[in-house]
T-cell receptor
Framework: QKEVEQDPGPLSVPEGAIVSLNCTYS??????FMWYRQYSRKGPELLMY????GNKEDGRFTAQVDKSSKYISLFIRDSQPSDSATYLC?????????????FGRGTQLTVWP | EAQVTQNPRYLITVTGKKLTVTCSQN?????MSWYRQDPGLGLRQIYY???????DKGDVPEGYKVSRKEKRNFPLILESPSPNQTSLYFC?????????????FGPGTRLTVL
């Protein structure tokens, strides 16, 4: 079983929709939870990160972590065509091998006008 | 500008012809890593390095070599490329000091092995 599972989609929504992206994980040692965004023909870039459980909001984006269920989510409100990208969840354990991240497979999102 | 650079960006080669993909970062990061990205499989780590002269295998190291002689550079070497190494490759670096280990990725190298 892969340590981080993510539905690859693809996901296609109209502009203005609320988008929900999710990942599950198996390693209870994970403490840091991140979302990377990757535009076509580019490298991934960090979008948001959360430490332990709870919510974090940044503009139209909200990251949620439920450690009891080993489940993380990214919500995008009022989605825009510019949000079209692949979204990858990533996790790391406190005190883990320096720099080691565990990635999901990524979910490809298309927002059409 | 803080960045990770990779060269070449695109490469078409033939089976067995040795090649090197260069990676350089200007952020004085300790940690560097190579990934390959394939459809349906996501990002898979090939090798990583925690400091100069310190390297270790990731999840898919077979057929690859790396070296870390200088802090800023981390080249990926394919001694005898095969078609199953056709992929999109990313180099990444991290300071390793933040708990969430933010990694900064290069623009990618698309490799085709015929």
């Amino acid at each position: 079983q892969k340590e981080v599972e993510q539905d690859p989609g693809p996901l296609s929504v109209p502009e203005g929709a609320i988008v929900s992206l999710n990942c599950t994980y198996s390693n209870s040692a994970f403490q840091y939870f991140m979302w990377y965004r990757q535009y076509s023909r580019k490298g991934p870039e960090l979008l948001m990160y959360t430490y332990s459980s709870g919510n974090k909001e940044d503009g139209r984006f909200t990251a949620q972590v439920d450690k009891s269920s080993k489940y993380i989510s990214l919500f995008i409100r009022d989605s825009q065509p510019s949000d079209s990208a692949t979204y990858l969840c990533a996790m790391s354990a406190r005190g883990s091998t320096l720099g080691r991240l565990y990635f999901g497979r990524g979910t490809q999102l298309t927002v059409w006008p | 500008e803080a960045q990770v650079t990779q060269n070449p960006r695109y490469l078409i080669t033939v089976t067995g012809k040795k090649l090197t993909v260069t990676c350089s970062q200007n952020m004085n990061h300790e940690y560097m890593s190579w990934y390959r990205q394939d459809p349906g499989l996501g990002l898979r780590q090939i090798y990583y390095s925690m400091n100069v002269e310190v390297t270790d295998k990731g999840d898919v190291p077979e057929g690859y070599k790396v070296s870390r002689k200088e802090k800023r550079n981390f080249p990926l070497i394919l001694e005898s490329p095969s078609p199953n190494q056709t992929s999109l490759y990313f180099c990444a670096s991290s300071s390793g000091t933040s708990g969430y280990n933010e990694q900064f990725f290069g623009p990618g190298t698309r490799l085709t092995v015929l």
